[in-house]
Every structure is written in C-alpha cells, then in structure tokens.
C-alpha cells in the first residue's frame, strides 16, 4: 500500500514542472480566422482582404491573427472583426481548431476558426484596410496559409447548420416570398432546388404565416408574401428534423 502511494506521488507533476515543459517544450503560437459569409443580392459571399504577409501579399486571406497571452479564444475573435472590418455586432461560433505542423511560414501556429452568417446589408464595413471585400464564394479558390481548407469546412458546415437550423430566415426581410427563400437557400447550398418540391417542404413543417399580402413592384408575377412564425417553431423545436433538400 505505501509503495501505491509512493508511486503515485512521484507522477504527479507540480505546476513548476508544467510550466517549464510549456516554455521548453510547447513553442506554438495560436490564432484565430473568422470566416464570415454574407448574404446580399441572392448570392452568398465571404468576407477576404490581402494578406499582410510578405509571403503571401498578392493573395486574398481570411480575416485573422494571433491570440494575445491574456486573450481569451472568443475575446481574440471579436477583437480581431473589429479591428479588420470594424464589425462589433456579429455573432461567431467556433468551428474546428487547424493544427498541421507546416500551415504558417513563421513557424508552428495552430489557428481556430469561427463563423458567422449575416445579411450584407444590415452590416457595414467600418475599416477597408488591406482592400477587404466581399467576393462570391464561388469565386474563391487559391487563399494564402491553409484558409481555403479553412474556407471550405465553413462552407460544408454552414451548409449543414442551415438546414439543421432556420438560420436563413433571420437573412430575410421580416415580409418575403417563397421565391426569396428559395433563393437563399440555394444561394447557401449551391444548389438549385425544384420550385413544387421547396414548397411542399417548407408548408409541412408549418413554420409560415400567409400575412394576407404579396409582392409590390417587383419585375415577375407578384408572390404571397410570409412570415417565419417563431412562435411555432419554438414549439416544434425538439420535434425539428431539419430541412433536407
């Protein structure tokens, strides 16, 4: 029993020791990339500017930098979207942490990456440094560091969110048609979605509220337009099975 005991004493590290394997051992820096898909025109965009980085000055980046010491992961998110694009009233949510051995040139940086979908026109740029603009998603294809993997998994798991979740909704005005939420949607999953099937979809779940209005001056057939009952959808919640196209 003493000898359990004493074993067991001697593997346990003190916090003098941890440091020290910290400081000899764990030389890795740590960032943050936000990836922000915006909403306008019934496109889907992403959020890019010029790199800063020498290696990398004539290609587009992900909005990102390192973490301070005192930083949390979710203060360096915010700080690092105010600072680039002047945006201070966008929710991010963590998607996956980055960490292969050779993805920054300065040497082991390990980046976690946070997303966030939002209407265009409901959030203006405040800061236009390093020629941030707002580029089609399905234009983007050779980012600097590793951010079109990055890119590419925020695609996949915004795509999938949305319709696990009514996200798109809250991109919408508070009035829309079903041509509107169709296109959304298949701006979002770049897809294109058959008109009767949508429809049928969508009025089963019984989310929608017929406000009794359609559309004005618009350069089609004007359409009914809708409401998203939150109400509704509050109540189904736990019984919500998502929207499979």
Request: aromatic share 10%.
């Amino acid at each position: 029993m003493q000898s359990s005991r004493s074993m067991l004493l001697k593997n346990i590290k003190t916090l003098k020791v941890i440091r020290s394997e910290v400081e000899n051992i764990n030389h890795i820096g740590l960032s943050v990339d936000c990836v922000i898909f915006g909403f306008d025109e019934n496109k889907l965009k992403v959020l890019l500017m010029r790199s800063d980085l020498e290696k990398f000055q004539c290609k587009w980046s992900l909005l990102g930098d390192l973490v301070k010491p005192d930083e949390d992961l979710d203060a360096a998110a915010y700080r690092i979207l105010k600072q680039r694009a002047g945006l201070d009233d966008v929710y991010l949510e963590q998607v996956y942490t980055f960490g292969k051995t050779n993805r920054h040139p300065g040497g082991r940086v390990v980046t976690v990456a946070y997303c966030s979908l939002i209407n265009i026109q409901h959030h203006k740029l405040k800061t236009l440094a390093n020629e941030l603009h707002w580029h089609d998603v399905d234009s983007v294809n050779d980012l600097a560091f590793d951010h079109k993997r990055i890119f590419d998994l925020s695609l996949q798991r915004l795509q999938k969110r949305v319709q696990e979740h009514p996200l798109g909704f809250s991109l919408l005005p508070s009035k829309f048609s079903l041509r509107e939420l169709q296109n959304l949607y298949e701006a979002i999953l770049s897809i294109k979605l058959d008109r009767r099937n949508f429809r049928k979809k969508l009025f089963s779940m019984e989310i929608l509220t017929d406000i009794d209005e359609i559309e004005k001056n618009v350069p089609h057939r004007p359409g009914k337009l809708y409401k998203f009952d939150y109400d509704k959808y509050e109540r189904k919640k736990k019984k919500w099975t998502g929207i499979d196209f």
